[in-house]
């Protein structure tokens, strides 16, 4: 088991996230996670079902006109049965002409359990720590509105 490469499998779905490439986005989750945002929105952590957790932030990040997740080095530590592995972020969200200003960032710290499969590795959990917010606090609300609204039947 190449521990680099598990570290690899979080960055590739940070960055398929950017792209809004939602089908490498599930590729590199196992069926099941364990997600802890907790941090960042005050819910509780969940175990979801990963085309539910893809199909969620499909919704929400695809509301912004950009992100950017911007990561440190990758530490990956292994564990029973997978890895664990930890880096910085600062998760830039941009919606243009957003009153208050266009840029929501987040700067944390992530903890992601991975397992080794047949198919490579997958991730089957995130933990996010937020150390602080800058910008407009108020676009993730503009952002669950947008989304909200591209669901909106026709009339």
Known sequence: MEMSQAGDTMT?????????EWDSVRRTFADTLEMD?????????????????????????????????????????PTAGGAIAR????????????????????????TVKLLHTAE????????????????NLDIPQIARARASASRAPDA
């Open 12 to 20: 590739q779905m940070l960055h398929a996230i950017d792209s809004k």
């Open 37 to 77: 945002y907790s941090s960042l929105f005050g819910d509780r952590a969940i175990v979801i079902d990963a085309d539910q957790q893809v199909a969620g932030w499909r919704a929400f990040a695809g509301a912004f006109d950009v992100t950017q997740h911007i990561t440190g080095p990758v530490v990956v530590a």
């Open 87 to 110: 880096t910085h972020v600062r998760a830039y969200h941009r919606i243009r002409g957003a009153s208050g200003g266009d840029v929501w960032m987040v700067a944390g710290h992530y």
């Open 120 to 135: 490579g590795w997958k991730i089957a959990g995130i933990t996010l720590s937020v150390f602080y917010q800058e910008g």
